[in-house]
T-cell receptor, first 112, second 113 residues
Framework: GESVGLHLPTLSVQEGDNSIINCAYS??????FIWYKQESGKGPQFIID?????DKRQGQRVTVLLNKTVKHLSLQIAATQPGDSAVYFC???????????FGKGTRLSVIA | NAGVMQNPRHLVRRRGQEARLRCSPM?????VYWYRQLPEEGLKFMVY????????ESGMPKERFSAEFPKEGPSILRIQQVVRGDSAAYFC???????????FGPGTRLLVL
């Protein structure tokens, strides 16, 4: 289930189940979005990206969905594994080489 | 192709000292970004540089903080007269020209005593 801790919301899922992590972005003019995975003590690792002219993009075991109407982004992880346990951040970008704006993050905890 | 390199990985300073953080971007990447992360929070943009130019420093405090990306060598984030509130993880990211995807280094964890 999903709970809100002191700081980061946490999503707990059983190994093998699918995970859905949600993100609300702030700027309706943003045209590029990235999901990053951050493990404890490490830097953010690129997972998948999507441009605003798309509403869905699939990678290996991951799918990103974009709903521009409500400024919502989601990351779906199929057959979640213990190695997927990490904090996941969405980030938005407005056109070209500009700074990323990060969401608050969701901690994914996989129960073996 | 080595990823983004940052050093040191951990840095301990006493209040009033200077902290110097280094970032070597990926090969072929001419754009460098610095972000700061507090525990249990997302990354906050500080400064964006290209070789020998600061493009956007809107996220960097006006005092005590400075950044450079010289023609040769790594990008440097310098924090003078550190205070306890500067304790955080500082991440560097790089991207090639005309590409939005930013690739992050492992970070430098600064602890100010």
């Amino acid at each position: 289930g999903e709970s809100v801790g002191l700081h980061l919301p946490t999503l707990s899922v059983q190994e093998g189940d699918n995970s859905i992590i949600n993100c609300a972005y702030s700027n309706s003019a943003s045209d590029y979005f990235i999901w990053y995975k951050q493990e404890s003590g490490k830097g953010p690792q690129f997972i998948i990206d999507i441009r605003s002219n798309m509403d869905k993009r699939q990678g290996q075991r991951v799918t990103v969905l974009l709903n521009k109407t409500v400024k919502h982004l989601s990351l779906q992880i199929a057959a979640t594994q213990p190695g997927d346990s990490a904090v996941y951040f969405c980030a938005e970008n407005f056109s070209g080489n500009t700074p990323l704006v990060f969401g608050k993050g969701t901690r994914l905890s996989v129960i073996a | 192709n080595a990823g983004v390199m940052q050093n040191p990985r951990h840095l301990v300073r006493r209040r009033g000292q200077e902290a110097r953080l280094r970032c070597s971007p990926m090969k072929g990447h001419s754009h460098v970004y610095w972000y700061r992360q507090l525990p249990e929070e997302g990354l906050k943009f500080m400064v964006y540089l290209q070789k020998e130019n600061i493009i956007d420093e809107s996220g960097m405090p006006k005092e005590r903080f400075s950044a450079e990306f010289p023609k040769e060598g790594p990008s440097i984030l310098r924090i003078q007269q550190v205070v306890r509130g500067d304790s955080a993880a500082y991440f560097c990211a790089s991207s090639p020209p005309q590409e939005e995807t930013q690739y992050f280094g492992p970070g430098t964890r600064l602890l100010v005593l």
